[in-house]
T-cell receptor
Framework: QQQVKQSPQSLIVQKGGISIINCAYE??????FPWYQQFPGKGPALLIA?????SEKKEGRFTISFNKSAKQFSLHIMDSQPGDSATYFC???????????FGTGTRLQVFP | KAGVTQTPRYLIKTRGQQVTLSCSPI?????VSWYQQTPGQGLQFLFE???????NKGNFPGRFSGRQFSNSRSEMNVSTLELGDSALYLC????????????FGSGTRLTVV
């Protein structure tokens, strides 16, 4: 019940295209859903996050879509750029812990 | 402001030895969490310290331990190292008061030979 399932494992997108990564969870106590971006040799960096009281959040080219009834959330990267090539992790947490449960990661490659 | 600092960046240890990793959180942050990252298991939560007390613990054996000092700096110790302990160990700091502002360090790459 603590798992967060992430797909796809890898994704290849043409420059300018849309990258979509999906995550699903079971624990309805989760109330914070962040997405992290990780480059080789670096720690994960927070991209964007959402709470379950909203269905969508947009920051620049990055959008989280959240479906509470389906217990799913997804990251959309619009106008994907080669600099977006990295590994992306979804995660979930509950209000009373500082503990993130991570998805398994998606390696995104954006080709010019 | 300065980010989360982890030292050392790289370590090579022999099976059976012990190792101590250090994490200095962002100034003002009182919570420090530790994660293990491996290709096979991904990112897994080890434990979290807040105001010098362990507040949460993941499913790791007792060989993995940690502590936090009064200045919020944290150390993680792994005793009797096994080959499977080879991983990137990441530290994340936050205020610890529920605002979810986690910031990760660049990690310590531990190789056990």
């Amino acid at each position: 019940q603590q798992q967060v399932k992430q797909s796809p494992q890898s994704l290849i997108v043409q420059k300018g295209g849309i990258s979509i990564i999906n995550c699903a969870y079971e624990n309805t106590a989760f109330d914070y859903f962040p997405w992290y971006q990780q480059f080789p040799g670096k720690g994960p960096a927070l991209l964007i996050a959402i709470r379950p009281d909203v269905s969508e959040k947009k920051e620049g080219r990055f959008t989280i879509s959240f479906n509470k009834s389906a217990k799913q959330f997804s990251l959309h990267i619009m106008d994907s750029q080669p600099g977006d090539s990295a590994t992306y992790f979804c995660a979930a947490s509950t209000w009373n812990t500082d503990k993130l449960i991570f998805g398994t990661g998606t390696r995104l490659q954006v080709f010019p | 402001k300065a980010g989360v600092t982890q030292t050392p960046r790289y370590l090579i240890k022999t099976r059976g030895q012990q190792v101590t990793l250090s994490c200095s959180p962002i100034s003002g942050h009182r919570s420090v969490s530790w994660y293990q990252q491996t290709p096979g298991q991904g990112l897994q939560f080890l434990f979290e310290y807040f105001s010098e007390t362990q507040r949460n613990k993941g499913n790791f054996p007792g060989r993995f331990s940690g502590r936090q000092f009064s200045n919020s700096r944290s150390e993680m110790n792994v005793s009797t190292l096994e080959l499977g302990d080879s991983a990137l160990y990441l530290c994340a700091s936050s205020s610890g008061t529920g605002d979810y502002g986690y910031t990760f360090g660049s990690g310590t790459r531990l190789t056990v030979v």
